[in-house]
Nanobody, 126 residues
Framework: QVQLVESGGGSVQAGGSLRLSCASS????????MGWFRQAPGKEREWVAV????????SVADSVKGRFTISQDKARNTVYLQMNSLKLEDSAMYYC???????????????????WGQGTQVTVSS
């Protein structure tokens, strides 16, 4: 069984940086893509970033473009989300996601072939 374990969340002042990590363990699926979503209280879960298998093409949401970067370390089975110039509106629970079938990121939020991490909280204060 695949497990995704996030780490790196915390509290930071606006303008600061955090790096989230998502380590996968267990059965080695060939994920078609991995990504990050976030959900703030009272809001729907939204896509943040994705990295595709193979060539490692990446994409980020417009709301974080120029500030967030997604990367991976295949040897460590880990995906990272580097978050710079954090804003108050970036505060949310951040979830790692990995798709086992055709990649559904970013278009599909609820996907039966997706593994989710437990989430890591990011709080940005003024």
């Amino acid at each position: 069984q695949v497990q995704l374990v996030e780490s790196g969340g915390g509290s930071v002042q606006a303008g600061g940086s955090l790096r989230l990590s998502c380590a996968s363990s267990g059965y080695s699926y060939s994920f078609s893509c991995m990504g990050w979503f976030r959900q703030a209280p009272g809001k729907e879960r939204e896509w943040v970033a994705v990295i595709y298998a193979g060539g490692g093409t990446t994409s980020v949401a417009d709301s974080v473009k120029g500030r967030f970067t997604i990367s991976q370390d295949k040897a460590r089975n880990t995906v990272y989300l580097q978050m710079n110039s954090l804003k108050l509106e970036d505060s949310a629970m951040y979830y790692c996601a990995a798709d086992r079938g055709p990649c559904g990121i970013p278009t599909v939020v609820d996907y039966s072939s997706r593994n989710w991490g437990q989430g890591t909280q990011v709080t940005v204060s003024s």
